[in-house]
Each structure stands twice: as structure tokens, then as C-alpha cells.
């Protein structure tokens, strides 16, 4: 039996009736007293999930008389044990918060205040303004006379903040209005992440589970502060360390995360390709790398074809008219049968591996040393031990987040951390891998679910007008490959796309109509539709209205001041929100005359986590539900139901008037009323029609049992293949699991797979075939993740379930890749095969020393009359920006600034510095400064501080400050956003923008006096 600590307390009655334990031998005299005066005595219980990292500690909620009365951390949860930081453990406060929205809120145009109105009233207005604004300005053909079926004047935004289920049903109904300025919070904290992981491995996921960290030889926390901001992964850090790992941290600023590691390392921000391309050259020189997993694992020794060099920055197939690479110059090198050729022997000069070394010849420690800022003592020292894990052995894992994503080259620098660990063979191994922090609650799911513009869920591209059919679409986007010993997964994604399709339109989805593809608006190729280009477009009044969940960018986009104009110029606007906001509020932000705003404003008042229902997904992608512990406060309802009757309120004007291109509404198959456990069923996804697959058969209506299942013809619906098996007609829903019984085996290496879910197919450790050698032998049987025994694996649950690569019918281990392999030439980036150095947007430098090219060739450049970009060296702001969040508040903090205790321990804007810059500045601990950067200004409180020390870089002094994100004028006395001055430049994969370096000025002042709206 399976019986969770929790579990045996309840079996036996303590804690909820006080029956002693006295029968099993145990003295509970003292607890039985304990147990008498509780608060929670009698109080209903209910597991929830904290609504802020994406650790989602689960939590155990008590209510009596509907009221919520406590919260604390659950002790089965096998990541916190039970311990929560300050944010979870303060969110009863929150949930009770008198500044909650509980009431539907209506602003009229030009108006100076809120009314209240009732949710019909609302919904019926709301449901008007879209349609108008569809019938208007909906798009059946683009410019070139395609068929589109978009509309374009309408945006989307937010949220990570909803659960899977509420995300699910918000995509379908985005997709069926026809609204492609389609973006949710991913896209500025954990965009890189999925291009980044995806071109090394072929899944774009943390590769392991907060757990296994704890497995780990060597940690390189880099781009990260975790203690800080993922508090709850620092206990498997420690485990590490208390194990005899070396851990090191890799960071502008010493922090509560350097303070425990063996290690601190200051670099400059921005120099992370620097530093680590610096790594892959010692490895490779060095002779540092695990062979046998580079030669048989990754594409070590594939042929790059002849066209692929690179000169002086710049790779092969620039085209400078369209700003971009054209990536044929970096294929590989195929024979007649269209097989990748291959050197085994590794001597061939353009195989990957010498293409590689030759790379990053110029990544010595010398200039590696001058650029970062990083002493050679403390660069050799971090190569030395993170390298050392390059062994059957041994293994180490690389944590990042923000640190590493919010760059110009932010894919690039995920990409580089992968190919050091396809180096070191660190993938698919216990205590190796990537640990992509990622930032919100529910980010994970809410990109697995797609609330992005460029995907659909399950991770298929968007259609654009180039597809006109779906036979043409699935022909560009199904890879094949000639290898038959590669399984090339993604070769099923006709099956898992027409699922998709199936969900949305139902019955009406058929063979004979391409399963109702041409519903699905087209976006035209090459056009960017993220959060950038969504301001740029609403600044300059080509869009007129929209809705915006859960997500606070006028407090949280760069370059505020335009993003806060742009707003201003809006027609009208739905929001769902849990409290005021920069966003919400914009209209009557100081020094505005709210008179001449002309938005009509709804805001709708959203349930709190412990007041819904439904699942999120953690960065190891634990796929985990919460309850409903009381009903949501005042008049607030949670999402899903605002989402399912706006698009049913809009469906129902289509039905009785008619308008443009009714049918992806009018045909949708979607629920009349929310209900998370109905539509956790349909993510799953259904049999549609009775079905004999091999010799097994499916009735109409039953679960599909997982996605192997999934069909091509029709017959399966899933609304996300990646999570289908979650949800089983023989084990019912598995996210709510809460065994914690595991193996010897498993325990050794902490990996409960009893508890929840995970997606793929209740894997914990991705690509862990690549754990064992080509006989299913684990590379390190101390710490085996998975071992062929007698015919099978056993262990976690094997990525393919094919027989160990030597055997008959046995595969590579990469089953994502079109290859087989991992891959440490990546063709598929916008901005190279390899990372390489360039400096950020804004740089205090006028050279780079590794060559003639200073800035990312193929960045995001907004420009605009309010999108201004320092020169390099600009003499006017010589210091250099970086930004961050707290462990008290989150994100913008348009939650967190609402819990007293939360601010009572960070109450205020400020801006760490050095003393030394201090002294230069004339500045004094504690005094009002302004930052100035091209864009604007902001004030802050001025923290001299040794955290922060000025570096040498290339012979000259350059200083940093650090400043947090999360303060906004909307609750008092707090300041404002620090994105006020950050740039509106994005990476060329994702368009992130570059948050974590810019170039500012600081100024002595009195509070307030300088600044403006
Ligand atoms: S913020 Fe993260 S670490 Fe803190 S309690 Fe919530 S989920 Fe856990």
C-alpha cells in the first residue's frame, strides 16, 4: 500500500478525530494535547498549489464557515517537505486581502472613476465590443491574396496564471475569434527555454525534476538566484552540497545563493556566452569530455555541409537586405540515400566536433577574463569543477532563469549550457541536466498549452498563409529522416495536430474539410506578433481593443512609457485581474487627466487559487491538481468561466445575426459551461467513434489511454497530446496522485513517480536512455535513473521504450530529434548553429574582442520615436542595468504588494550599487536617486552595498546596478517600474526582451520631483 506521511496521520486519526497511536507502540500523549488546541480544529482541508514559482509547493488550505483561516505547506509534497518562503506562506492574507476585486468594475470612456455593474450587464457588453470589432476589421485574404481568416485590430494577453484547463479553453476561443496578437508572460521570462533545449535535445523542458538536483556532483547556478526566487529548489542545492557536490554560482551580484555555494563569481551582465564559450574550449582542450556519449550520443561527427563557415562574427548566409541568415548554408552533408554522412573517427575537418573546437579556438582565458570581468583564477576554478562531472560517474546540472533568457542572445545562452552537457554527457543522467527555472505558477503549462502566438498546443507551429491546406502544412512541419535506427517522433504529429482539430470543431471537423483547418487563422510568415510588436502596433493605433488576464505589462514590458501611452490609446479593453494594477488603473496614473483617455474599460474581478479547481505544471513538469477550498470571493469568478461565457455570449450574437466568418465560432465544439475536471478530460482526449487499434478496442467516448493512441483519421480528439495519459479510464485523474511509494531504485534517486503526473507519459527524467550505454547498461549503477533487465526497463519510465541501442530493434536515444542525436551543431536558430559572443544592445564597450560584430546581427530592433538605443561606449549613461525579482514579491508585484507582511519586508524601490560607485556619484546610503536611460527615468532608494562590485573589463572600470522589477506606483510609496527605462530590443528566435542589460545614468534628487507620466 502506498501510504504518504499525511496518509498514515489520517489512517490512523491524528489530526483530524485525536485517536491516539498508542495501539502501534507510540507515545502520543503530547500530541494528542497539541493537537486539542489547534486553530484548524474542525476545519475543512484542502490541497492547494502556491500561485507564484514554478516549485507550485502544494499547500494544505483550512476553512470553517467558507472562510479561509490558515495556510500552510503540505509535508507530502516531496519538493518543499512542507516548507514554503514568504510568499506562500503568506497567502491567506492575500486571499483575504481588502484590496481584492470583488466586484465587476466598468470604466466609461473619459470617465474619472469605477462603477459598479453586474456580470450580465458586462458579459453582454463585452460580448458586443468583440464582435463589432471582429465584423469590422476581420481578414479573409492578406495582402497577397491568401486566405488568412485573422483578425489583427484585437489582441490577447496574459496568463500563467490560469490553470491548464482555464488555458485550454481560453487558446480555443483566442484561435476561433481569428486573434493572432496572441502573447502570455512566457514570452518575457521563459521564451528562449523551449528554442533553446528544443535544438540540442528536441523538447524544449527542464530535463529532470527539482528533486533530482539532489543527485548532482557539480551545480553551476548561473542566470540564476534560486534561493531568492525559486527558494524551495535551494533545498535540493543543499542536499547536493551536504552530499559532497561542489556548488558554485555564477551572478552579477553576490546574494542568499552565492552566501551558501562553495563559489561566487561575479560577471558582467551579458557576458554569459563569453564565459561558457571559454568552457566548451577548455573541455575540448583539455580532452575533458565523456567520449563515448559524444561519439555514439550526439552529432559529434556529422558532416556540416561546405557552405557553412564563419567569419569575423558573422555565419554563413547573412542576407543583409532582410536582416536574416538563410539557414540551407548550415546543413549537413547528406549521401544518395539522404542519410547525414558521418566520420566516426572523428578526424574529418568539417565534422561537428572540429567545427566546434575551431569555434571557440578564440574563447581563451584571456579574453574570456576581459570581457566578463571574471578574474582567470575563478574561470579556470569553475571549468575545472563543472568539467570534472565529464564521466560515466559523475554528474552535473546547470540552473538557470531569468538571468540567462531575458538577453538579445537568450536562446543562444541555453543552447551553449547544452552543448557542455552533451559534452560532459550530462543528459538524461540523475543529478545532470538543465534546470530551467521558469518564472510564473503555471508557465510551464500555460506554454505546453500554448498562450503564445506561434504555437498551438502540443508545440505545433502556427499555420501561416504559405499553408493554405493542412496536407501542405503537415507536409512542411513532419520531419522525416532516411535513419531507421532514428525513432524521429515528431513524425506523428499528423496524428497529434488532427486530435487537436477534432477537439475544437467536434463532429464538424471531417476528412472531407481538412478537419476544419481553414477555421485556424493564418499568420503571414515572418511577422512577429509578441508583446513588442503588440505595443509598437497599439502605439501606433493599428490596434483597437482587447482582453489582458492575469498579466500587469504596463508595469512589466520594457520601455513603460510607451507601453503606458500605447494603452492609453485603446478603443476598449477587458480585464480579468485579482487586485488593481499598474495595468488596470493606467487610465488615472499620475500626471494623467484621465478625461483624455478614451478606453471603455471592463474589469472582472478573478477567484483567487484556493477558490478554483484544476492543474498546473511545475518546471519538471509535474503535472499536479488543486482544490477548491472556499468559493471565491465577493462576485469574483475564476477565469475559465469568464472565457467559456464570453466566446458562448459571442457565439450566441453570431447564431441570431450573422457576421464575418462565423464558423470557427459557430462550429466550435466547446463547453457551455466551465468545468475543470470535464475539460482535464478532453486534454486528455476521447475515442470519437468505436476503434480497434492492434488487437485492442475503444468504444466511442472512452479516454484515450495515452498518446501512442492517437489517430490520424479522426477517430481521437486530444486538445494537448503532450498530456494525454494523464487522465485514464483504468487509473482516472492523475494529477491528483499522491503515492509517494517508490522502488529502492527510485528512492535512491529521489524520483517518486507515484506522485502526480508528468508529461511526457509520466517521465520524470527526459532523454533518459541517454543514462545507460548502448546495452541498457546505467552509465553510474549507484544513481541509475533506468536499466535493461531481463527484456525490459525498469526504473523511470524509458524516453521510447525500445530496446537499449545495440540491441535488435534498438534506437538512438534522442527520439525527438529528426536524427536521433543530440545536437551540438544546431542548424534550426535564427542567429547561428553555435552560440556566439555579441554584446548587448546597449554596451559600455566600442569593441568586442572575440570580432568585427558588436551586437547580435539578427536582433529585434523596435523602432519607433520613444524606442531610442544608446550608442556603444555612450558616454552620457556609462553604467550598466540589470534587473531582478525578490523573494517577497513576485514578478510586478501587482499581487505580492498587497500582502502587508510582504511589504513590510521589501517596502520600496531601490537600486543596489557599489560603494565606489557611490563615492564617484556622490551618493549616500539610503538616499532618493534618479535612473536615466534614453527611454526615461525612474527613482529608486539608493542600497550602497558590497553585493555589487565594479569590474575591469578590457583595461577600463564599468559599473553595474541591480534593481527590482516588482515595485509599481499603485500601491503607495512604493516607486515605480524599474522597465521605465529598459529597452524595447528582442532576441531573434522569441523576441524577449533584453531586460538584464542596459545603459543608465544615476542622479542625486528629491523624491518625486523629477518624474513624469
Ligand atoms: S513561491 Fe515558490 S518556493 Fe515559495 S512557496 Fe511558492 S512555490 Fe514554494
Known sequence: MGLSRRGFLKLTGVGVAGLTLGRFGIELGPVSVYAAGLKIEGAKESISICPFCSCGCNLLVHSKAGKIINVEGDPDFPISGGGLCSKGASLKSLHTSPNRLTKPLYRAPGSTEWVEKDWDWMMERIARRIKDQRDQDFMRKNASGAEVNRLESVFHLGSSQVSNEEAAVLHQMVRAFGIVHFDHQARICHSPSVPGLAECFGRGAMTNHYNDIANA??????????????????KWV???????????????????????????????SGTDI?????MVKYILDNKKYFSDYVLDYTNASFLVGEKYSFKDGMFAGFDAAKGKYDKSAWAFEKDEKGLVKRDQTLQHPRCVINVLKNHYDR??????????????????????????????????????????????????????????????????????????????????????HALLYGYLPGYHNTPTANYQSLDEYLKAYTPKTADPMSVNWWQNRPKYLISLLKSWYGENATQENGFGYSWVPKMDPGVDYSHLYIFDRM????????????????????????????????????????????TTDNWKRPGIDPKKIKTEIFLLPSAYRAEKEGTISNSGRWHMWHYKAVEPLGKSRNMGEMFVEIMNRVRALYAKEGGAFPEPITKADYPAKFDAEAVAKSINGFFTRDTKIGDKEYKKGQLVPGFPNLQADGSTSSLNWLYCGGYTEKDGNLAKRRDLTQTPMQAKIHLYPKFAWAWPMDRRVLYNRASVDKNGNPFNPDKAVIAWQDGKWVGDVPDGGYPPMAMEGGKYPFIMTIEGHAQLFGPGREDGPFPEHYEPAETPLTVNPFSGQMHNPVMKVIKS???????????????????????????????????PALLEAEPQQYVEMSPQL????????????????????????????????????????????????????????????????????????????????????????????????
Open 238 to 268: 543543499i542536499h547536493a552540497k551536504e552530499k559532497g557536490a561542489y556548488v558554485m554560482h555564477v551572478d552579477p551580484k553576490f546574494s542568499r545563493t552565492s552566501a551558501r555555494c562553495h563559489l561566487h563569481v561575479p560577471i558582467r
Open 274 to 278: 563569453a564565459m561558457l564559450g571559454g
Open 865 to 899: 520615436d520613444m524606442d531610442q538605443l544608446a550608442k556603444n561606449g555612450d558616454p552620457r549613461f556609462p553604467i550598466v542595468l540589470t534587473t531582478y525579482n525578490l523573494t517577497e514579491h513576485w514578478c510586478s508585484g501587482s499581487e505580492t504588494r498587497n500582502g
Open 363 to 448: 574563447y581563451d582565458l584571456d579574453t574570456v577574463s576581459s570581457v566578463t570581468g571574471v578574474s582567470k583564477e575563478h574561470l579556470l576554478k569553475v571549468y575545472e569543477e563543472f568539467c570534472a562531472t565529464g564521466r560515466p560517474d559523475k554528474a552535473g546540472v546547470f540552473i538557470y532563469a531569468l538571468g540567462w533568457t531575458q538577453h538579445s542572445v537568450g536562446v543562444q545562452n541555453i543552447r551553449l549550457s547544452g552543448i557542455i552537457q552533451q559534452l560532459l554527457g550530462n543528459i538524461g543522467v540523475a543529478g545532470g541536466g538543465i534546470a530551467a527555472l521558469r518564472g510564473e505558477p503555471n508557465v510551464q503549462g500555460t506554454t505546453d
Open 918 to 1013: 557611490a563615492a564617484e556619484k556622490g551618493i549616500k546610503n539610503g538616499e532618493v536617486v534618479i535612473i536615466e536611460s534614453l527611454r526615461g527615468k525612474t527613482e529608486a532608494v539608493a542600497m550602497v552595498t558590497v553585493r555589487i562590485k565594479p569590474f575591469t573589463i578590457m583595461g577600463k572600470t564599468i559599473h553595474l546596478v541591480g534593481m527590482p522589477f516588482c515595485f509599481g506606483w499603485t500601491t503607495p510609496n512604493c516607486g515605480d517600474s524599474t522597465n521605465r527605462v529598459t529597452v524595447s530590443i528582442g532576441d531573434p528566435n522569441v523576441s524577449i526582451p533584453e531586460y538584464k542589460a542596459c545603459l543608465v545614468n544615476i542622479l542625486r534628487t528629491t523624491r518625486g520631483s523629477e518624474l513624469g507620466a
Open 217 to 234: 556532483d557539480a551545480v553551476l547556478i548561473m542566470g540564476s538566484n534560486c534561493a531568492e526566487h525559486h527558494p524551495m529548489t535551494f
Open 539 to 582: 502605439y501606433k493605433g493599428q490596434i483597437k481593443g482587447g482582453l489582458c488576464f492575469g498579466h500587469n505589462p504596463c508595469q512589466s514590458i520594457p520601455n513603460t512609457h510607451k507601453v503606458r501611452k500605447a494603452w492609453d490609446k485603446l478603443d476598449w479593453l477587458v480585464i480579468g485581474e485579482v487586485f488593481h494594477n499598474e
